[in-house]
Structures are given as C-alpha cells and as structure tokens.
C-alpha cells in the first residue's frame, strides 16, 4: 500500500514537470540535429522509378550516406564482446515501396546457419506505434505494449519479418512484399531490403495498437519514422543478443512534413543544462555502481542493466525516465523486475533523485558511448 | 536496496489437453510459430503457456507405429530368435520393436523380455540399404567384375534350368549342388531348397560343420555335440564358467540371466584371451593364452584328482571310468577280446563285490537300456588280469587310472608357461567348481576353432563328469537345441548327396597348399600336432576314402541360398579360385550383394526377414517358436521372392525342359529303395535304385499342391511338428509365437515350468548316453586316437606357426551376425566405419604403430590392409580382429582369411567307430584360430 | 518445480554395451529429418572421450555461485560425426535399377566410407584404460538429463526450453527454438543437437508421446539387458522409487554439474586386479577415484551395499534390493501409468 501511493504521489509530479519541459522545448531546435551529433537522421529521397532491390542498383548513387554509430548489446546476457563500429544506412522511396541500404565492414563472410555457425545478419527495427506524446518501445526488442517489428536478413539472402515484445518474445509475422539483396566484396557488406510502404502502415493493424501508425500509406503526410539497426558478425559467434545495435534513429521522407508536435515530444531540452560531472559525481554517491557497471565502476555487477554504452544506445529522455520512473520502461528481462499484484516493478530502487540531479546523471550518462 | 524476486506461476491442466489432443493427433507438420503475437513466457521452469506445437513429435510418433503390423524373427545364423513387432507405413517398413511378449515360465524366474540385439532393431533400416539386391541380375562381364545386366525372372529361370538339366544329363545328380548356407536357418524359409535339392538328389555340405560350429569334444563324451542348458537356467546357477564364450556381445538376448544369476548369488568367471566385455561384469576374470585351453581344461582336471575332489559314485555309473582297458594295445576290453565270437560293443568292469570281472550294462551292444549297477560296484583303480578267447593273459587297467595319469602330466604348475595362469588361480576356480552344487561350464564357438578345441571340450566335459555336473546340477553346455521331429516328410523326401562341411571345403579348395606353406616348419607341427603335415593331408585322403567322411565328386553347378562361401572359407583367395575355376554354373540366391554373390553368373534376389512368411523353433536357448507374419500392407522390396518360390519356379521350369528333351527320369544309383511285395504268399522284397522323377518334380516338390507358398509351409509345419502341439496355425498368427512343449527336449523333458537340462533321462531313469559305452566317454580307441596318444582327454600345444609374432584371433562381432549386417551403415556408424585389428600398446609401439593408422597384415598365404585399434584388452603376442568383416570392404578387396591357412584337427578326420560317425553329430570343424600374422604401417 | 517428476535408472552392472537402445531410439526419432548425425541415446565405454567427443570437458552447466559457465558448442566432424555415407553402388555395381555404372580405373573399388578421414560416435568401443591382464572398462549409455536445473533451460534467452509440469520431461518448443545453440553449449552432458535441415535445436523427449500413451521410452522398452527402470519419483510403488529414495544406490552422473539429472545410475562393480605374479588380489579394476569422480561420494558406500546384499543371496537369505535389480518381470520396470489412466 505504502509503496503504491508513493508512486502514485511521484507519478503526477514526473508527468507534470515533463509537460513544462515540453512547452519550454517549443521553441527549441530540431531534436534531430542536436549539435555535435551527426546520423540522426536518415533521409530517404523519393524516386519516381522503382524502388531499388539490390545494393548495386544505380538508383542509390543519389542518396547520401548517413553513419549510424554501432554499440555491443550489453545490457543483458548473453552480451556480445564490446567494440564500438557503424553501418552507413541510406534510404529511398517509391510510390508503394521504401528501400534502405546498409553498408558494414566484415572482412570474414559467414553464410551458413549450421552446428556452432552462424549467418552474417542485418536488421531494422520499427516501432508499431509512435508519435507525439507516444514512448519509443526500449531499443531491445521492444517492451510489453510496445512492440517493434523486425526486418531480418541473414546472410544467403534468408529475410525474416518479426515482431517482438521485449527478449526473447522475438515472433514470426506475416509481412508480405519484402525482398532483399546482400552483395560481400572485400570487406564489405552491402545489403538492401525492399518493403511496401502498405506494408508497414499495416504493421499498426497487425499489432491492434490503437493510433496505429503514424507514417501512413503516403509519404507526403508522414515525415518522421523511428528506425534501429542491427549488425550480427557471424565469424564472432554473433547471434540473438550477441550484436550490434544503434539507438533509435529517425527516417525522414522528402517533402514530406514532419508532425512538429512529434518533433517537440522528442525534444532533449531540460530546465538549465544539466551537468555531467555532478552526474557522475552523484552516482558515486547513490551506490550505482551496486547494480550497473560503467567506466570506472570497480566491480562488475549485472545486478541492472550494463550502462558502458548508455549514451549511446538510449535517448537522453528515456534516460531521464529510467530514473524516474524506472516501473515505467523497466529493461524486459525477468532479472530486473517483480510482480506485485500483477503488475511488473522495477527493482531499481523507487526513485529519489530530484529532477535536477537526474538531469545531471543523463547528461553523464550521455557521454557513455 | 534490492527488492527481492518474487515470481508467480500460472499452471493450465496438461492431462486434460493430452486426452483431447490424443484423440485429434493433427499435425502441425514442421511448425513455425502459429502464434499471432509474441509469447511471453514468465518461469519455464515451472510452466509453459502453449505447448500445442508438442504434435510435432506425436505425429511423428503415429507415422513410425504405421498403418499396419506383422511379427518378425530374425533368421540368420543366429541361434537369438527373438520375437519382433514390425510397423509398416504405407507399405514402407518403419521400424521394429520387440514383441516383449514371452509369458513368464516361473515367478521366480526372470522372464525372457525384450528378446532382441542391435541388429535386429534395424532391419527395417538395412532392408532398404543400397546393397540390396532388387532384380535377377546375369553377370555380363568377368566373374567378380560387378558388371551385370537386369534380366526378367523368366530369362533368369529358363536359362538357369537349361543349364541344371544339362548337369544332370551329364553328371547326373551328383553334378548338382543346391546348398542353402547358415544365412537361412529357419525351418520355414530353409525347406525350400532342401526339398529341391533332396528330390534331385543333390550335393549339400554340412554348415554347423563348414562354418566350425561342432562341439566335437561333446561328441566324444556325450554322443551329441549340442548338449546343456536352456541359458534362463543360468539364473539358478551357483557357480558359472564362461569359457571361449562372450555373451555380452554374442548373446544379447540371454545375457541378463547371467547378471541376475550374480546378482541371486552366483559366482562367474570367465575364460578367455582378452579382457571382453563379458569380463567387465564378473567376479574374476582368467587371461589364458590363445589356443592353450586344453592345458588349462587338462590343469583343472588334474586338480580333481589330485584333490579328490571327484564323486565316484556318479563316476561309476554315468561315466565309462571304471571301463578295463589292454595294458598292451591300449584298447577297451571287449567281449570278442575273451570269447571268439564275442561283440566288439560289450564292455567290462572290475567288480569289487564279487572281485570279478563283469559286464557293464547299458552299452551299445549290451542289449540292456540301463545304467544300474545293482549288486556291481565297479573299481575306479587298479590293475587286474582277465583270460583271454586262447587262454592268455590279459592285463588290465581302468580308464580312470589312464586318464589320472595322462592328467598328472599337466598340473597347474607344470603348464602355467603354456597358459600364462598362476596355480593358485587354477586351483581355487578348480575347487569352487567341484564344490558349488550347480555349476555351469558353458563353452564357446570359439574354442572348437582351435585345432585341439575338441581336446579341451572332452576336457571340460571330464571335469564336469569327475565333479558330478550333470543335468540339473549344471555341467557341460554347449549350444541346446530342440528336437524337432516331423519335419522329414516337408525337408527331405528323397535321399540325397549330404556331406562333409569342413573336410569338403577343405578339398574343394585345396585348402591343403595353404597349410603346407603356413606350417612348413615340419619339426615344429608335429611336436605339437602328433603328425606331420603330410601325414595329415593322407588322413584327409583316407578320411574319405574309408568313408569316416562322406566327401561327392566336385559338382558343377552351384545353386547357393544364403552362404556366404567366399567370406567365410580359409585362405579364401586361394579357395575362390579353385572353386570357380572347378564351377561351370553358379547361381546365388541372396537378398544383398554379399562378397559371395558378387563372383555369381546369376544373382537372384530373395526376400529378407520382414518379407515372407517364416517359422523358427529349433534354438535351445529358449522354448519360444517365432513366426515371420508380414504387415499386411507392406510392398515387395523390388522383384525379390521367398526362397520356397524360387525352387517352386526353378522346379517348373526343370520339369518343363526335361519333358522337352524326353528324359522323364534320372535313375540315381547312389542311393536304393527296398520294396516288399507279396508275391501270392511269400514276401518278396525287391532293392532299386533311387530315381529322379523331373516328370512329377512340381506336383512332388509342392505336395501335390498343397504347399504352394511360404504360408504353406508355416502352416504345414505348425501342423506336423509334434512339438508345436496343441497350437494351431491361427493362434500362431495371431499372437507370432508358440511355446514349445515337453516333447521338445532330446534327453530330458522341456518342463513348461523349469529351465531345460540335457541328460535326466540319464541321470535319474539311468537310460544310457548315446555313446558307445552307454555312458559319458572318456576313452577312445579309435586308430586316430591311438596313433596321437589322445584315448583319453590330453592337452596339446597350438599350432601357430613360431614364425610370425602374432597369434591371429576373430572372435564373433557385436555388429553383424557374420557377415549379414556388416555393411550396414548404421552398424558401421557404430564401430570405426571400417576394418579394424586390435593391437595391444607395447606390439603396437614397437612397430611404430598409432591407434588409427592404417597397417598391413601379412604372413606367407596372404595378407590384407586394417586400421590399427590400440587396445589395452588385449595381450602381447596377439592380434584380435571381430571376425566376418566382408572382404569387398578391405583395400584390394582381399579379406581377412586370406591371411588364415587352411588347417584341419586330425583327430576330427577320425570315424567309422562306435558313435564317431558321419552325419548330424560327428563332422569335424573349419579350423579358424591357429594361424599367426606380423603387422607393418601400409 | 514441475508437479511430478518422471526418470529413469540405468543399472550398470546389467549393460552389455549391445546398443540395442542407441538403435532403438535411432530408429524412433533420429534416423531422418536432418537428425541422422544425431544420438539422443549413446552408450559409450568408459573411460573414454564418449559422444560427442571430449563432452566432459565442453563446459556448460553450473558453477558452486549457481551461475552458468561457458561451454562450447562441438564439432560436427571433430566431435559429433558426420552420418556415414558408404559407397554401396561404386563398389558393389549395383543400383536403384538394378546394374549401377560401372566403376572406372585400374583397381576396383572397395566397399567403404565416401570421407577419407571420419569420426564415429563409439570410436574407442571396448578400450578403457590400465595395463594387461588389470585393464578395465565399462559401458556408459546416456540420454538427455531431463534435470530439475537444466542449465540448457537456463541458457536459452528466449525461454523456448521449458520443463513440462506434470512429469518434469525437458522439451525444446520447437516452434519458438531460434537456433541460437545457447543450450548446445550450456548443456554440460552436450545432449542437445542442432538440426541444421530445420535451424531448431533438438534433444532426447523422454520419448513423452509413447510415455502419454503409457508406454515406456523406446531405449527402455527395447533394452535387452534389461537395465533401464522408469516411473515417477514420488512412486513409491516403483522400482526407481526403490533404487533412488529407499536404498539409494542409483545416482546421477557428474552431480558436480549442478544441473540435478534425474536420469540415476547404478554405479559399476568390477572383477579384482592380479598382482605381479599373477595371484587374484581383492583390489577392484576401476580405480575409486574415477567412480567417485563420474557419480560423486556416495559411491563407495553403493559398491558395499551391493555386495552385502549380494551375499545375502548367496546365503540364500531374501534381499529386496537384489530382486528389485534382477527385475523378474519386465513389464514391472515401467511404472508409468497413474491408476487414473488404468482406467481405476
């Protein structure tokens, strides 16, 4: 009882501080070109042919390059080894179709799935249902309620369409139309997958989310779509969670109009700029390091989710309501949870961190990566 | 600061789900997710919210249980028998399981489920194997070439009759060989060639006997060669002797009454040259020398007397012991002996009541049927004089005392060089067998392989006779078999060409050219055989001559079911050229193309064990008759054919092409006829010879029609043997066994509620032994056994040559029954995939051998190419390979008997003399295990 | 924990090494559907390197934390096998039509495998360890645990092996199974198998089809040594009820991998070594220690108690242990059906 009514209690505060937050951001500069970041943002040009289904399609030569910074899965086990690397993405779009295009350096092609090997693999990632005032589902696999689906291609041209509520729920679902294209020479991967736009508007029905989803059968009224990736290097034993994955990032269609509440509701612009050292400072002081391991943490606990490469792999505000509101986007793996009444906990300790001091944390925490 | 992790488990009623999916078993094929959305699964450990997806192995489960079933036993030269349950899906044999059915005979007796091996469980499997043989096939290049050409059944047929008619116009009958070899044993599928072949008075050779399966040493004691227990009689036993015999790997089936006998009290030891898997389950385990058992048989049966550990009373009556024997010629005293016209089959001992000499009761020529003493009480020991038929003189002696004396020259101590075993050893196992009140002595297949293997049986025989093992109270076992009366009239109709197993082998290819080279240090074979080599080839000669052996004239057509004559034969490169070269037709009936079917003019393809109807009851090692009841549903494997069809056609076509060329009948001189007819009052008796009726053979070889198929004959069998009595065919078929009843027993009855002993009949009605003397025979003096010194249980050295290093050994396989199964590749999968020697570590070292390397195996007949298997199990000096490896799977396609000579025992070439003589229970052995090899990396 | 717990005791005082199970099970599952590599049960001589090659030393399974060590995933030409192939229509020239094409060159060629270099599953059969006459080995059949800790459940990220509730048989969903091979490695008994023609992994099912009809696991059933005992733990009518609860001389191979089998073993006896002259000493062949090492502590103690009830009935005196291990009647092994489905 106690506990409930002090969550309850924080709860109405989180939410209203968050909400000035946002109008305070109105006014704020695009999200996605926050400075000194760069492949936030994936811009897919329209062509008036089709949309290309292999990687040496002269189609691409137009589209530019945006360089999506890759991070090992360590917040859970089984985690792959660390090293950061990148796949440089493009993307283009047709009338019915949207194509994207990955490029990975893997100087050791692994083609089959067979005993003890495993296939070069690519995927993205979509949320069924974002917008504005709509979490993103956790960069893993999604959470409960908040499913992705999953475009998967392994190596010898194998292409899986799945959805996912969370580890381990990874889920087969029927997605039709989808091609793609994997090309190895010296080093290098490079793979495309074709999907119908129908297609993904019809990810929202599949999912019975209700908004469904907010980049629609046409383009020009859709502007922002969330995107991950996900890199697996089957020569290091990469499979399930043993890869590499990005944070969430943002295809834009050309000429089409971004929905400016949505682009404010992913604002990171806080009351007063928080500071990182604070940040780092007040974690010593909270006995983090009990739970996570991050640079500099003496032991190694797995007790939370590995933080070495928070910043990298999260948004500044899903960072912030970790904190906060840590039963609100637990990581979905039994370990970091209970069940009381039904409900799922977090066993991240019940939040006592002042908004500023959290904002503080965030802003070390972005410099994880 | 951590909450702790409570968790919650929901549980759904799984018992309630399986009853439902039970009845809708649908399948879900290979699944992949059916599911809508994710599953979110909370604590596998304790539930699992959707286990649907668990048809997938149910299904697969109701696919290999079929949509039909037969019973099947598997007939090949395994005296297993075991009753199986066989699936067929759709007409394609799934899988086999055993009918684990057998009813308990006691409560107190373990029951005799799941009878069956791992070659049995995959039958269905090997059926199908890529070496089957599917289409008669005509040889279209070499002999041996593997070129052929398909041909029709009718083509196959004609031509092959065409070419027996012209043999038997030529040659007569006697240039005919239809020989069904050991890979058919059962009496169903065997009738069908011995009929032909009986009517057209063909030439057949005795397997047990080619292959080396006669207990000779048996014979000589016992009159029988298969004499001792039903093997769930081990469970009773106090004391088990394995000798030469490896259960764990040879009798799959029975072996668990061994370890339950341990288990209820017994004590087991084995005897035998390695450490075998037998051995890992006994109380001790005795490591003797290869080829030295009859020093160690003779060592054990000195330690009796020296201890007098002996029971005379048994002695006196069930043995010939107390017989008198001729200080001066070594012979019995006989009745002719002391009166002009006396029986040479009257025996004499020295009664000790009356001190007189006296007849022994019981003997052949005795003309009573008991062993009872009455007022006798034969003397054991002692010399004595009798008057001889002019008056002289007679000195005699008892065959106990001859037989102690000829032990005491191999006492423990005195033959432990030769045997490798300490004398404490010797003499405890010694005296807790003479002690245990039921001790069992069960000899192998292997011993018999050695050439003074019938030494050491007569041997062992002597020890279990000395300590009153007998029947009930254990004793000699060698391999049990049933009595099957009735079976004449279906089997052999007409007399025909029966001879020699080993002794015709030997002479058709000229096996002798082998064992001249292989033993050519003369010095060094007859110190150890008694004879020179030459001398034995001669006894070979008069063997036949004297007709102690039968031996034919070399046939020229062979129609071969079921042998594998190429495989099995000694110093078979050398034997294969001899035999072919002598052969002008060969035709062999197989269901696989086996290394002897390969060197075929024609290849008739036969069914296998799931595929015709069968029947098996003779095997002794339990009372269970199986029968072979098909799935109704499953299809022929190719154009095979039962082996009854095969002769049925084959006897069409023959009667059809003599017909033709206007020779209705054959006269066949060989064998005789005596008709009694009654001329007005007197009765005149008139003696023709045989004829060869080829104008009736079908309306004869089918019984006047009666007997057209192989169920026939299942049925006819069931209805004429009296053993299978009260059964009726339909209950047979419907259960696919019978239990044999008590008249299935030779020389005890078969009690439904007592394991089997041979010999209470002797035992207890004191009815005499099928020897000569009435009695267990413990002197011989027959002019072989008097010229080697062996009238009574001796012990001889091996014969391997010193030469070479190696001892060479092949002790039966787990993986095939001989040959059949060998290339199976899920047998092979279980060994090393290929032909494999064992070598012990320091022989292997010394040759710069490693475990895995591939190594030649050589001496002065032959040599073939293996791969090394380094172990520890066995001893120095030796070389052990499981035996019957085919030899189209060695390199150069030369097998492992191009490196074995072709020997023989002299004293199993003897005959003509009281119960030594040819036929079912006196045929000498294919010696296997005398010959010595060097190893090099190939 | 599941509601009830179904195993199975192997006495190995009664296996021949005959295989008649591994062919058993072959034959039900594993000869088809990409499985042919596949031995869901093996027997294999110990000491040896056993099935997979070297599984004792592949890692996997728990440490004394209870944490998951690391395993690897075998082999399959090193370790597994290939599934033999053999050259049957080369070298006996005949096919699927009868004659096959001839062969080409000088030699014709032998019957043997088609890969020159090949390993089997049983490849140091009958060998062991020690020196003439004191050698000694004995045989070792294995099937999949069906542990109440499985580290194979354990180690699946996806939670698509789990532990049926009502007679505790481990299953691999094989509608959820990945391939990720997680338990592959985590399995310290190495008895779960990818299948590379389905990109699931599978393992042994306790046969629970035939188990739901009231029959007993094909390798049970059909065991001619008659070695195998099942039926539920908490059946005290059950001979393993007898042999693992009440006179617990049955127990589970390498307790030390923290995984709690419930398959249980009745650990070997063994004839007495010779000393230098040949005398019978009383000093068994298979050291203690490596006993002790396969089947943990309580071993020794087993080893007597087998023998003191033993002579008990060589004095002929009644001993409920040793009837239990003869098995009078086979039927009587299995104690399978719950009264409920013999239709009390």
């Not at chain 2, 008796?685 to 009736?696: E, G, H, I, Q």
């Not at chain 3, 693992?244 to 390498?254: E, G, Q, T």
Request: with cysteine.
């Amino acid at each position: 009882m106690m506990m409930t009514r002090a969550f309850g209690y924080i709860y109405a505060i989180t939410t209203a501080l968050l909400f000035t937050a946002q109008l305070a951001s109105v006014a704020g500069a695009d999200p996605l070109d926050e400075p000194g970041k760069s492949g936030e943002l994936i811009v897919a040009s329209m062509t008036n042919g089709a949309a290309p289904e292999s990687p040496d399609d002269p189609a691409w030569s137009g589209a530019g390059f945006a360089n999506i910074e890759l991070y090992p899965q360590i917040s859970v086990q089984p985690a792959s080894a660390p090293g950061k690397s990148e796949v440089k993405i493009k993307a283009v779009y047709s009338a019915g179709e949207l194509a994207i295009y990955a490029e990975w350096k893997d100087d050791q092609p692994s083609l089959k799935h067979d005993i003890g090997k495993f296939p070069d693999s690519f995927a993205i990632e979509f949320p069924f249902s974002f917008g504005a005032g709509k979490r993103l589902p956790y960069i893993g696999m999604g959470d409960p309620g908040q499913p992705v689906a999953v475009i998967l291609w392994k190596a010898g041209d194998k292409v899986e369409t799945l959805e996912a509520e969370g580890f381990g729920s990874l889920t087969p679902m029927a997605l039709d139309g989808v091609k793609a294209k994997g090309v190895w020479r010296d080093g290098v991967w490079r793979v495309t997958i074709t999907l119908k736009l129908a297609g993904l508007a019809g990810l929202a029905g599949l999912a019975g989310k209700d908004g469904g989803s907010k980049f629609s059968i046409d383009p020009a009224n859709s502007g922002l779509l969330p995107v991950a990736f996900a890199v697996w290097r089957g020569d290091k034993q990469e499979r399930d969670g043993k890869k590499s994955l990005s944070s969430w990032k943002f295809l834009r269609f050309t000429g089409a109009a971004p929905d400016p509440e949505y682009i404010k509701s992913l604002a990171w612009a806080p009351e007063g700029k928080g500071d990182a050292k604070k940040g780092k400072a007040l974690m010593i002081s909270a006995g983090c390091a009990d739970c996570h391991t991050y640079p500099g943490s003496k032991e190694k606990p797995t007790d939370g989710p590995n933080l070495t490469f928070a910043g990298g792999i999260h948004r500044p505000q899903y960072l912030l309501d970790s904190m906060l509101r840590p039963s609100l986007v637990i990581v979905p793996k039994s370990e970091y949870y209970t069940i009381e009444e039904g409900k799922k906990e977090s066993i991240m300790p019940d939040p006592y961190f002042t908004k500023k001091d959290a904002v503080n944390i965030v802003e070390y925490l972005r410099t994880l990566r | 600061m951590k909450k702790k992790n409570k968790q919650n488990n929901s549980k759904i009623n799984r018992r309630k789900f399986l009853k439902v999916s039970g009845i809708c078993g649908l399948g879900l094929g290979i699944p992949t997710s059916a599911l809508g959305k994710a599953l979110q699964v909370d604590d596998p450990l304790r539930s699992y919210p959707d286990t649907k997806w668990e048809d997938f192995y149910r299904d697969e489960l109701v696919k290999t249980e079929g949509t039909s079933t037969g019973f099947a036993f598997h007939c090949s030269n395994c005296q297993g028998n075991c009753a199986w349950q066989v699936s067929s899906n759709d007409g394609v044999a799934q899988r086999e399981e055993q009918l684990a059915q057998y009813p308990q005979i006691s409560w107190d007796i373990p029951d005799a489920n799941p009878r069956g091996c791992n070659k049995g469980a995959i039958h269905s499997q090997a059926m199908y194997e890529k070496d089957r043989l599917l289409y008669p096939l005509k040889r279209s290049g070499e002999r041996g070439e593997g070129k052929w050409e398909k041909i029709s059944w009718d083509q196959a047929l004609t031509e092959i009759s065409e070419r027996i008619v012209d043999t038997l116009q030529e040659k007569g009958p006697g240039g005919l060989m239809i020989h069904t070899g050991t890979g058919i044993l059962s009496q169903g599928r065997r009738a069908g060639p011995l009929r032909l072949g009986s009517l057209l008075g063909s030439i057949r050779i005795y397997p047990s006997s080619a292959v080396g399966d006669m207990f000779t040493g048996a014979t000589l004691a016992l009159g029988v060669p298969n004499v001792g227990h039903s093997l769930d009689a081990w469970f009773e036993m106090d004391y088990i002797l394995l000798w030469g015999i490896n259960p764990n790997v040879t009798r799959i089936p029975d072996a668990h009454y061994l370890w339950e006998g341990k288990y209820n009290g017994a004590k087991i030891v084995t005897i035998a040259p390695d450490y075998n898997p037998t051995s890992i389950h006994a109380d001790q385990w005795v490591p003797v020398q290869p080829g030295s058992d009859s020093y160690l048989a003779m060592s054990m049966v000195s330690v009796v007397f020296e201890e007098g550990l002996y029971k005379k009373d048994f002695i006196r009556e069930q043995t010939d012991l107390p017989f008198l024997v001729r200080l001066d010629n070594r012979k019995l005293l006989r009745e002719n002996d002391m009166k002009a016209d006396g029986s040479d089959e009257k025996f004499f001992f020295w009664d000790l009541n009356s001190d007189s000499i006296k007849q022994a009761p019981g003997t052949r020529g005795s003309g009573r049927d008991t062993l009872r003493l009455g007022k006798i009480k034969p003397a054991l020991e002692g010399e004595y004089n009798v008057t001889g038929k002019d008056g002289e003189t007679i000195a005699v002696t008892t065959v106990f005392e001859l037989a102690r004396a000829e032990s005491s020259r191999f006492t423990p101590e005195a033959v432990r060089d030769k045997t490798g075993i300490h004398p404490d050893v010797v003499r405890d196992i010694t005296r807790e067998f003479s002690k245990a009140e039921k001790a069992g002595l069960t000899v192998g297949f292997s011993i018999h392989k050695y050439a003074w293997g019938i030494l050491t049986c007569w041997a062992q025989a002597m020890l279990c006779a000395l300590t009153g093992h007998t029947a009930d109270t254990g004793g000699l076992d060698t391999e049990s078999q049933w009595s099957l009366g009735g079976i004449g009239p279906l089997t052999s109709p007409k007399p025909a060409r029966f001879e020699s197993g080993f002794l015709s082998e030997w002479m058709s290819g000229k096996m002798w050219e082998s064992m001249r080279s292989h033993y050519d240090n003369d010095r060094e074979f007859k110190e150890r055989a008694g004879l020179g080599v030459e001398d034995v080839i001669d006894l070979a000669q008069k063997s036949i001559d004297k007709k102690w052996l039968t031996h034919y004239e070399e046939p020229e057509a062979r129609i071969i079911f079921a042998d594998n004559l190429f495989r099995r034969n000694k110093s078979s490169g050398h034997y294969k050229r001899e035999v072919l070269g002598k052969t002008k037709l060969y035709v062999n009936v197989n269901y696989r193309m086996d290394s002897s079917a390969e060197f075929a003019d024609y290849v008739l393809p036969a069914i296998s064990h799931y595929e015709g109807w069968d029947i098996r009851g003779e095997v002794g090692y339990h009372r269970f008759v199986n029968l072979t009841v098909p799935p109704a549903d499953l299809k022929p494997v190719g154009e095979t054919k039962s082996e009854w069809e095969i002769c049925s056609l084959l006897s069409d076509k023959i009667q059809d092409i003599a017909k033709a060329r206007g020779i209705p009948k054959i006269e066949d001189p060989e064998f005789t006829v005596t008709k009694k007819t009654k001329v007005g009052k007197k009765e005149v008796s008139k003696t023709t010879p045989v004829m060869r009726d080829l104008d009736t053979l079908v309306s004869d070889f089918t019984m006047k029609g009666k007997v057209k198929n192989d169920k026939d004959v299942v049925k006819w069998l069931i209805e004429n043997v009296p053993a299978f009595k009260p059964w009726k065919f339909e209950d047979a078929v419907e259960r696919g066994f019978i239990v044999l009843n008590k008249d299935a027993g030779f020389t005890s009855p078969l009690y439904a509620t007592k394991p089997y002993h041979s010999f209470e009949t002797q035992v207890y009605l004191r009815r005499p032994y099928p020897t000569l003397s009435g009695r267990q025979q413990f002197y011989i003096d027959q002019e072989v056994f008097l010229k080697l010194g062996a009238t009574v249980p001796t012990a001889r050295r091996s014969l391997h040559p010193s030469k070479f290093p190696l001892k060479f050994y092949t002790p039966h396989t787990r993986w095939g029954i001989h040959s059949t199964w060998r290339t199976s590749k899920r047998m092979l999968k279980m060994q090393r995939g290929a032909p494999h020697v064992s070598i012990c570590p320091e022989d292997a070292k010394k040759r710069g051998i490693k475990d895995g390397d591939k190594i030649r195996v050589l001496n002065d007949i032959g040599e073939f190419i293996a791969m090394a298997k380094v172990n520890p199990n066995v001893q120095a000096g030796t070389l052990m390979m499981d035996h019957a490896w085919e030899p189209h799977q060695f390199e150069k396609r030369e097998g492992l008997n191009s490196a074995v000579a072709g020997v023989l025992s002299p004293l199993e070439l003897a005959g003509g003399w009281g119960h030594l003589k040819f036929g079912a229970q006196w045929d000498g052995n294919q010696i296997a295990l005398e010959s010595a090899v060097e190893v090099e990396k190939a | 924990m599941s509601k009830r717990q179904i195993a199975m005791v192997m006495d190995l005082n009664k296996c021949i090494g005959c295989q008649t199970c591994t062919m058993a099970c072959k034959t039900q599952w594993t000869n088809r559907n990409g499985r042919d590599y596949m031995y869901w049960n093996n027997v294999e001589t110990a000491p040896g390197k056993g099935y997979p090659r070297g599984w004792q030393e592949s890692g996997g399974g728990f440490n004394d934390e209870g944490e998951l060590k690391e395993g690897r995933i075998p082999s399959l030409t090193e370790d597994y096998g290939k599934p033999l192939e053999i050259n049957y229509e080369e070298a006996l020239g005949i096919g699927p039509d009868g004659p096959s094409t001839p062969w080409t060159g000088v030699t014709r060629p032998h019957l043997k495998p088609e890969d020159e270099k090949f390993t089997t599953p049983n490849w140091d059969e009958d060998e062991g360890e020690g020196e003439f006459p004191n050698s000694f080995f004995f045989y070792l059949p294995r099937i999949c645990n069906h542990c109440s800790n499985p580290a194979c459940l354990a180690s699946c990220p996806r939670k698509a092996i789990y532990k049926r509730e009502e007679d505790g048989i481990v299953l691999v969903d094989q509608s959820r199974c990945r391939g990720y091979q997680h338990c592959v490695a985590g399995c310290p008994y190495k008895k779960v198998y990818f299948n590379p023609m389905f990109s699931r992994s599978e393992k042994c099912i306790f046969c629970y089809p035939r188990v739901e009809q009231g029959k007993p696991p094909a390798c049970a059933k059909q065991c001619p040594g008659r070695i195998r005992f099942v039926g539920y733990l908490d059946d005290e009518a059950s001979p393993v009820y007898a042999l693992v609860k009440k006179w617990k001389v049955a127990v589970p191979l390498r307790p030390d991998f923290g995984t709690q089998p419930n398959v249980y073993y009745v650990p070997p006896l063994s004839p007495p070594k010779y000393d230098e002259q040949g005398r019978l000493t009383d000093k068994p062949r298979i050291p203690i220690k490596l006993l002790t090492g396969l089947f943990g502590p309580e071993t020794p103690r087993i080893l007597e108690t087998l023998k003191i009830e033993r002579e008990k009935k060589k004095r002929g005196e009644p001993s409920e242990l040793m009837d239990t291990l003869i098995a009078y009647r086979h039927d009587e092994m299995f104690t399978i059906t719950d009264e409920e489905e013999q239709g009390f």
